[in-house]
């Protein structure tokens, strides 16, 4: 599965760029007007720009409203903010800023960016009394936003060498090689990006490259003028992404005992959205060093547990021309037990809205992520708040929903000029289109013994007795041999001691279209069901010890 960037080029400005307050409409009133107010005088007791405004705007708004930021004007200090202060209430009140396109009625999601009715009202209120400037004795700091104190990083990861965006490109996709390679396994357990260029650079995303395919990438890299190469879509390595940044991210911190896993040998590949036309005409384009930083587990511990992100893609599909609503759908059955701690959606262009779910087979649903109203250049990972995780066992379906609009209406422009409407299918194209959802999980950390099956062992021997969905869900991370030499030697054991059960499973599993596990996760579960409730106690009584031999396996 190839595994694809944040966003599609076109020749739009960023989104910050929007903004403009001499071009805002507004909603009447005065909600337009910085001088026009409800009275002459501020009303005694109304929020002030020190007294509560100030606050709020630094905590939501300047980390992409600063100098030299990815927005196109700064809002750091009073005189920055009076100009633009009826601007600010109206886009504040009509919720276009600060953007956040989740939904919040599905899942609690940290470090939302969405103001709330209060926090709205407080805007209006100001607006109403006048916008007052205040006292700057009344201003009290936002607290910091994130979790835990992180300290200095461990490990910054940056290019070996800086690369200036190509301005006949308005959208330049550019992938970089990290200068690192690691030496040794490696457990991450926070991340933050160090965007260089806020003006140009638009997003950023970060993919491992695994030992196998280190070659590949360097090859690629070697072969295009200039530092890096050009890409889109995938990087030309099969490694999943593991950190991003858009404007407005804080650090990305994982729960206790969390980490990502970098296995030896492997590098880093950055790849950056680089939006040129954030630049004056005659500008010359800065070179930008974009760098990631890293927060590692100290030498010799161990996490408890592991997260990665997974791509779970609908890649079958078409989009006819002109249609102005289509659907498009992937059910996906779950094998394994894990805690889904956050998604990250993703579409192109055409993309007008997009939902995950997962159907419980306890017959309850849980709504993940609901972007009602997608817009591509807000797209990021979305982390769930410590009591949102969501808990998926196997044999639960993960529902993905994509909607379109391929209307002549809703074409993108390119080089000043809409295009008509054409078939669209899945592709890594800037004018292809995708309907796919990471999924970030946290699983067990299986600790490498040396053993075939060390740590199925441990997990199986886990498992309360008769229990067929712990049994299956031991097996993804054990590894790809283990699990296959697991499966062969209960088939062979089966086959002697509970044959009529085994055959049921058999017939079962020869109908089903999918890959095994995912099988005896989905339709074949109750025959799986019956089957363990008959092989557990005799394979935990030793009676399979010799067929388990070949796993390195006793019980």
Known sequence: MTLVAWGCGTDTASPAADLDASEIATDGGNAGDPDASSDDAPTVGAPTYHG???????????????????????????????????????????????????????????????????????????RDAGFPEGDPADYVP???????????????????????????????????????????????????VIPGE???????????????????????????????????????????????WVPGMVASQ???GAAVVIEP??????????????????????????????????????????????????????????????EVTREFTIPWFAEVIGVAPHMHTLGTEIRGRVDHRTGDSSCLVDIPAWDFNWQQFYRFTPDAVAQVRPGDKFQLECVYDNSAEHQPIVNGRQLDP????????????????????????????????????????????????????????????????????????????????????LDCLRDCDEDTTSCLAGECHDALDDVYACIDPIARAGDCNAELAACELEY
């Open 422 to 505: 054409r078939d669209v299918r899945w592709g890594e194209g800037t004018l292809d289109e995708m309907c796919l959802m990471y999924l970030i999980v946290r699983t067990p950390f299986a600790v490498d013994d040396g053993t075939l099956c060390g740590a199925y062992d441990r997990c199986y021997r886990g498992c309360d007795g008769g229990d067929a969905d712990c049994f299956l869900g031991c097996l993804p991370s054990s590894g790809e041999e283990c699990a296959s030499c697991v499966l062969d030697a209960y088939n062979t054991c089966v086959a002697r001691e509970c044959p009529r059960p085994g055959l049921a499973l």
């Open 142 to 192: 936002p607290a910091p936003r994130g979790g835990r104190a992180l300290g200095e990083p461990d490990l910054v990861l940056a290019p070996t060498e800086a690369y200036t965006p190509n301005t006949a490109l308005p959208d330049d996709y550019r992938c970089l090689l990290l200068d690192h390679t690691f030496d040794e396994q490696t457990f991450f357990v926070a991340s933050d």
């Open 52 to 126: 509560g405004i100030r606050a709020l705007i630094e905590q939501e708004c300047v980390s992409c409203h600063t100098t030299g930021g990815a927005a196109p004007f700064p809002l750091e200090t009073w005189a920055d903010v009076e100009p633009l202060r009826g601007a600010l209430v109206a886009v504040v009140s009509s919720g276009s800023m600060p953007p956040w396109t989740p939904a919040t009625d599905c899942r609690d999601i940290d470090d939302d960016r969405a103001l709330d009715a209060d926090e709205i009202a407080l805007f209006t209120a100001w």
């Open 198 to 244: 806020r003006r140009v650079v638009h997003h950023v995303l970060f993919y491992v490259v695994p030992p196998d395919d280190v070659a590949a990438v360097e090859r690629r890299d070697a072969a295009d003028a200039g530092p890096g190469y050009t890409c889109f879509g995938g990087t030309g390595g099969s490694g999943g992404p593991i950190a991003g």
């Open 265 to 326: 040998g492997s590098r880093v590949v950055m790849q950056v959205h680089y939006n040129t036309l954030a630049l004056e005409s005659a500008e010359e384009p800065p070179a930008d060093t974009t760098r990631l930083a890293l927060w590692l587990l100290p030498a010799g511990q161990l996490p408890t547990s592991r997260v990665d992100i997974l791509g779970v893609p609908q890649s079958d599909f078409l989009l006819p021309a002109g249609e102005p609503r289509v």
């Open 254 to 256: 994982y729960p206790e």
